[in-house]
């Protein structure tokens, strides 16, 4: 049992440049998150998917697209990098979107835009 | 203003003391609030969760929710050098789906 996993680890774009970040869990959850985590920021959310199927805008989602390719897997994708999009990015996943189930969280991908 | 509050830090504290860690929040509409524990280079594991007001206690750890006054806390007994990571305190509303809103997280170093 792997939980969430990610990749890549650790990604070096240039501005302009185009890249799919993945995701995927294996504990039969329904909901699936995107986070970017910045020094003094926080986690913010980009995209969610509360069942296969949907998805839906979090707080920061201009500059990204998402795709729930199946239950399991939840990909992120920058169309053309940015330096703003240096961040590290965070993938989670929970049984279900109601109230209050705890969210497991993957390693993350340190992506560097320059 | 951020909808989260959290001293970034860095705490430094020596082995065995009692650690606590805090947040403010301006949104009356929280009620679930949770502690995550991040070490260095990884995702952020949930650490308590406490629904509306009140206290609870897992081992060395209580969290704390004072809702008049909007604000949280997480105390750390008997403070171990493996408890050195980031803690983010996260909460959401009843409604919304399960969106968390985080604080910045502050790191603590507890020290041998």
């Known amino acids: 049992n792997a939980g969430v996993t990610q990749t890549p680890k650790f990604q070096v774009l240039k501005t302009g440049q185009s890249m799919t970040l993945q995701c995927a869990q294996d504990?039969?959850?329904?909901?699936m998150y995107w986070y970017r985590q910045d020094p003094g920021m926080g986690l913010r959310l980009i995209y969610y998917?509360?069942?296969?199927?949907?998805?839906d805008k979090g707080e920061v989602p201009n500059g990204y697209n998402v795709s729930r390719l199946n239950k399991r897997e939840f990909s992120l994708r920058l169309e053309s990098a940015a330096p703003s999009q240096t961040s590290v990015y965070f993938c989670?996943?929970?049984?279900?979107?109601?109230?209050?189930?705890?969210?497991?969280f993957g390693p993350g991908t340190r992506l560097l835009v320059l | 203003q951020k909808e989260v509050e959290q001293d970034p830090g860095p705490l430094s504290v020596p082995e065995g003391a009692i650690v606590s860690l805090n947040c403010t929040y301006s949104?009356?509409?929280?009620?679930?609030f949770m502690w995550y524990r991040q070490y260095s280079r990884k995702g952020p594991e949930l650490l308590m969760y406490?629904?509306?007001?009140g206290n609870k206690e897992d081992g060395r750890f209580t969290a704390q929710v004072d809702k008049s006054s909007k604000y949280i806390s997480l105390f750390i007994r008997d403070s171990q050098p493996s408890d050195s990571a980031t803690y983010l305190c996260?909460?959401?509303?009843?409604?919304?789906?399960?969106?968390?809103?985080f604080g910045t997280g502050t790191q603590l170093k507890v020290e041998l």
């Open positions: 989670a996943s929970s049984e279900s979107s109601g109230r209050g189930e705890t969210q497991y």
């Open positions: 504990m039969n959850h329904n909901s």
């Open positions: 998917s509360a069942s296969e199927g949907t998805t």
């Open positions: 949104n009356s509409a929280f009620q679930y």
């Open positions: 406490t629904y509306s007001s």
């Open positions: 996260a909460m959401r509303s009843a409604g919304g789906g399960n969106k968390l809103t």
